[in-house]
Structures are given as structure tokens and as C-alpha cells.
């Protein structure tokens, strides 16, 4: 397979955030923009998300709280402001 080189230009800052991700995933940054090209032409555009999950305690028991809410039935829920404002003001 014939190979060629790909410039690009990118903040500094943008770069060394990648870099310290892509390390962590366990790859470099030619790997991950390799894999980045391959799976757009499978996919036939942008193909996936590929992160790291790290949110912090507060936004972890927010998260938890939320899905408790959406799916507990007996937790009572508000249509519109003003129920909510009788509510809260009780």
C-alpha cells in the first residue's frame, strides 16, 4: 500500500488535549486520525464518537438523580411553571 502524508494545521492546545485522550485510548495521533479516515468512508461521514467517560461526583449523582426522575412513576411531575411555583411555594 502506497502511503502519503497529511498536513494539518490546529491550535497547539486542541493538539496536546487530543494527544493525552488518544494516549490514554492507547493510541497516537497518526492511528486515531487513520481510524478517524477509515470509518468516514465506511460510514459516509462522520463516523462515531470516541471519548473517554470521566464525569465528576456532582454530575454523576445529578445524572443518577435525573434518571430517577424520568422514570419513577411516583415521583410527581409539573406541565406547566406555575403548578411547579405552587408547588415549590408550599
Known sequence: METTNLNIRTDKEVKAAAERIFEELGLNMTTAV???LRQTIRENGIPFELR????NAVTSAAISE?????YD???KGYSNIA??????SE
Open 34 to 36: 487513520n481510524i478517524f
Open 73 to 75: 412513576k411516583t415521583i
Open 66 to 70: 435525573g434518571r430517577k426522575l424520568a
Open 52 to 55: 473517554l467517560d470521566s464525569p
Open 83 to 88: 403548578d411547579l411555583k405552587a408547588a415549590l
